[in-house]
């Protein structure tokens, strides 16, 4: 077959099957090259359609396609999604019942299976493969394929396993795909799946959708989240905190102003978790409340924010958790709390880490990399960007640093002061004791102290600017701090760049904060820049709603997210456009042939009923 009309029936597929006209960004390029027979390496940003990369192929050369996928509940939604389309899906997981499994067995025996799911410990554990060694297979499609990497956060040992594929499949292709990947872990993906002469294709990692901003934590970090909740009524958000104590803190204290908020970690019951999550996807407007446990595979389309009032770990893991919102390319924002201590913390947790030291410094580098980016001046989607290699990106005019540029002011004369003030305590101090001594009102001062030249010399500044002006030296690593369990004690940091500000060689910025009115003000205007339904009439609106009532109703009746009937964007586009007849229904995008046959005909009727 050649390489055009292998790409032609693949666009046939993608029009008739998946209602979308043409192909996105790098999709042509990676499923013509699975279609030639060839392996592939693609990271395509989040949304980008990386699942259509290995579906088409699937449906168009015979044989099964293979996908290994890490996490069931991605699994369970991909077939659910696939069998609503009319394709022959299936998953074999532990959650599957003998009988079903039987059935999977049959039909892949059959050959009328079109593609299999499964999890990497299960393909690779008793006679799963051998089994499906004999089978006739399109590909292999390897999913979230960063996992393979211990140089990232989603390292899972029994992706390491799956380089054996390409003996026992040494003439199908395989196919790694991801959605974070700097170049480290690309070459880890390759060495360890035996990708070596594979082709590699890297999609920017712009989400032009996305709206991010982050702000220094201050005094109740809780409360802020309530208030970015509050202001976001009826979206579907996820916030992520630190610790398992913290979610359910929060969720309730959300729940307790009347938010539909859920707390979801490792800690809980299965049962519990699994119905969380149920809910979360079923309900319109729900707020999952999570540690990190709650993640990847979470494949919510219509998520429109994501708060984190912990920070993450790592500029890759910012992108991946932030990338839960939006993945249906309707605008949606991220939202990063973090403050010095935080970066204390982590460093801290890196370095009780029994890795080795090279591993060691790799995570030091890149939690400073994130607080460099968090706590910078310039765009964040550029610093998001040039840190995945992308060198000319461009600003992207709409998160916090663009918007409002933030006022910096020259402190080079006050952090000399606090710099000498630390300095002369001997580090066996906290914050609040060194602004005390900066602004001379240490409470019972020993007189040894009362009498260094640095006590009392900053009293003609508040303590909120010498509290910001410390978090500026903990960030810009001029001063650290040491957690001491919840004790944090305040050094001297990098004792070069302290010489150089000494010397008046470095200069020191400070920025000032956004007075809290000013933030609420703020909050609104992002609120309704974001909203799903920003620029449409009244009567669009009300058809949306129409169809978002009726999508509930078919969802609930086949117990399945309302999402995989019909996304927000697809059902946005019916209520704007108003097709009178199938044939206009059939050319919205997301109506393929078997959506349109199943449910064209109780669509057109909203349509009219809302019109009539
Ligand atoms: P990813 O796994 O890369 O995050 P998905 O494969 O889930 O992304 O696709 C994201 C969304 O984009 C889905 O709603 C999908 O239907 C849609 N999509 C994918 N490819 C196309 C395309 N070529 N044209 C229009 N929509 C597309
Ligand atoms: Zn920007």
Redesign the pocket.
Known sequence: MAFDSALDSAREV?RRI?G?????GL?AGVIGEVLAGRSAMAV?????????CYQIPALVRPGLGLVVSPLIALMADQVAGLQQLGVAAARLDSNATSDERQATWRRIGEGTLDLLYVSPEGLMAGAMLERLSSRPLALVAIDEAHCVSQWGHDFRPEYRSLGRLADVFPSVPRLAVT?TADARTRDDIRAELRLQGAAEFVDSFARPELQLQAERKSGGAHARVQQLVQARPDRAGVVYAGSRKATEELADRLAGVGAPALAYHAGLDKRVREDRLKRFLDEDGAVMVATIAFGMGI?K?DVRYVIHADPPASVEAYWQEVGRAG???QPAEGITLYGASDLAWALRRIDEREVSAEVKQVQVRKARQLYAMLDGLNCRAVAVRRYFGEEAAGACGQCDLCTSPPEAHDATKPAQMALSAVHRLGGRFGRGRVVDHLLGKTRDVQPSEAQLSTFGVGADRSAVEWRALLDQLLFDGLLREDPNDGRPLVALGDPAAVREVYRGERKVEVRAPAPPRERVRRDRQDYEKTGPLAAESPQTNGLFEALRAWRKGQAQLQSVPPYVIF?D?TLLEIAQTRPADLARLGAV??VGQGKLDRYGTAVLEVVRGATG
């Not at 979308?20 to 996105?24: A, P, S, T, V, Y």
């Not at 395509?44 to 259509?52: A, D, N, R, V």
Request: charged share 25%.
């Open positions: 993608l998946f979308h006209q043409e192909f996105r999709q395509l940003p989040t949304g980008g359609g990386k699942s259509l959605a494949d389309p993945r249906d390319g996304h964007k995008s997301g």
